[in-house]
């Protein structure tokens, strides 16, 4: 199937991947009838070695996962899975099962941190605890939002224009956060936005 490599107990490992934020969300495993129930069904299918059975993702939880994509990698010996979870992939709850952290070094950057900020606002808008600057800009409304994106762009042309690095660098960051704030206010998912640049992309 696919061409995919199976290991000597007839397994292969799947690395499933979230297709929006691309957060790894688990490891887990697959033989052939759960690769081709995956692919039959769109939806996750794994092997379990401790219960040696086929177990479909969400089947009691309801936690299931949307197939978007199945890659593999050079040798055709793992498979990273793309999908659209409809709740936490652990057992414990959380989004990931990757929660513990061994190692942290300091990092430049990381796409990472707008799923995270745009998470942070939609509670804030829900939320509206008292003192928080997004808590503020949503009790003032739309025309203050739209107020503070435009005057965040034009400082970041006033940056780029004085060749200042520094200040464009941190005025794109409160460009994008109100970006986010804006886009939350009218309830326009980040992700479509994202939409519109992939398929811009792909008509090239």
Same mark, same amino acid.
């Given at each position: 199937?696919?061409?995919?490599?199976?290991?000597?107990?007839?397994?292969?490992?799947?690395?499933?991947?979230?297709?929006?934020?691309?957060e790894?969300?688990? #490891?887990?495993?697959?033989?052939? $009838?759960?690769?081709?129930? /995956?692919?039959e069904?769109?939806?996750?299918?794994?092997?379990?070695?401790?219960? +040696?059975?086929?177990? !479909?993702?969400?089947? /009691?939880?309801? +936690?299931?996962?949307?197939?978007?994509?199945?890659?593999?990698? %050079? @040798?055709? @010996?793992?498979l &990273?899975i $793309? &999908?659209?979870?409809?709740?936490?992939a %652990? !057992?414990?709850?959380?989004?990931? %099962?990757?929660?513990?952290?061994?190692?942290? +070094?300091?990092?430049?950057?990381? #796409?990472?941190? =707008?799923?995270? =900020?745009?998470?942070?606002?939609?509670?804030?808008?829900?939320?509206?605890? $008292?003192?928080?600057? /997004?808590?503020?800009?949503?009790?003032?409304?739309i @025309?203050?939002? %739209?107020?503070?994106?435009?005057?965040?762009?034009? $400082?970041?042309?006033?940056?780029?224009?004085?060749?200042?690095?520094?200040?464009?660098?941190?005025?794109?960051a409160?460009?994008?956060? !109100?970006?986010?704030?804006?886009?939350?206010?009218?309830?326009?998912?980040?992700?479509? #936005?994202?939409?519109?640049?992939?398929?811009? !992309?792909?008509?090239r």
């Open positions: 199937m696919m061409d995919v490599k199976f290991n000597e107990q007839g397994l292969v490992t799947a690395v499933v991947q979230d297709a929006k934020s691309k790894v969300l688990t #490891v887990a495993y697959m033989n052939e $009838e759960s690769l081709a129930k /995956t692919i069904t769109n939806e996750t299918w794994f092997y379990s070695r401790s219960r +040696n059975e086929l177990w !479909h993702k969400g089947e /009691t939880s309801g +936690n299931t996962q949307k197939v978007v994509s199945i890659k593999a990698d %050079c @040798d055709r @010996d793992a &990273v $793309e &999908v659209l979870p409809a709740g936490p %652990c !057992h414990n709850g959380t989004v990931s %099962c990757f929660t513990e952290t061994i190692v942290q +070094n300091e990092a430049v950057g990381s #796409v990472g941190i =707008l799923p995270q =900020l745009k998470e942070i606002i939609k509670q804030r808008e829900i939320d509206m605890p $008292e003192g928080a600057y /997004t808590t503020y800009l949503f009790d003032k409304g @025309d203050k939002i %739209c107020k503070k994106v435009g005057e965040e762009a034009t $400082e970041v042309v006033i940056g780029a224009k004085n060749r200042d690095k520094e200040e464009v660098k941190w005025e794109a409160d460009l994008i956060y !109100h970006l986010l704030v804006l886009l939350q206010e009218q309830k326009v998912d980040m992700y479509e #936005v994202l939409g519109v640049l992939e398929a811009r !992309h792909n008509k």
